[in-house]
């Protein structure tokens, strides 16, 4: 078992930047596929970043060139740099991993981007 715990989010204005951070109980050494995702109000979720094992990354249309996704092995952590952000950009944020197939989910943070 994994338990992974985001923090980071907030209100920020448009133009801005926040840094989530997704922290997880033990090193996922085997993690296949670090991801974060979105999920605005009566919205379904959506994935926003991808950083598979090999250390290739995959963005969605609407995040590419403002967000990054990174990970520190040392601290167990994943990030998502949030930079340009857009009121659009408003929703739930969820970190996900995937473990040998099972995959492991945050409680989510909440961003608001004011006009």
């Known amino acids: 078992q994994v338990q992974l715990a985001e923090s980071g989010g907030g209100l920020v204005q448009a133009g801005g930047s926040l840094r989530l951070s997704c922290a997880a109980s033990r090193s996922p050494f085997n993690a296949s596929v670090m991801a974060w995702y979105r999920q605005a109000p009566g919205k379904q979720r959506d994935a926003v970043a991808v950083?598979?094992?090999?250390?290739?990354?995959n963005y969605a249309d609407s995040v590419k060139g403002r967000f990054t996704i990174s990970r520190d092995n040392a601290k167990n952590t994943e990030y998502l740099q949030m930079n340009s952000l857009k009121p659009e950009d408003t929703a739930v944020y969820y970190c996900?991993?995937?473990?040998?197939?099972?995959?492991?989910w945050g409680q989510g943070t909440q961003v608001t981007v004011s006009s």
């Open positions: 950083l598979n094992s090999g250390g290739s990354t």
């Open positions: 996900m991993i995937d473990i040998l197939g099972r995959n492991y």
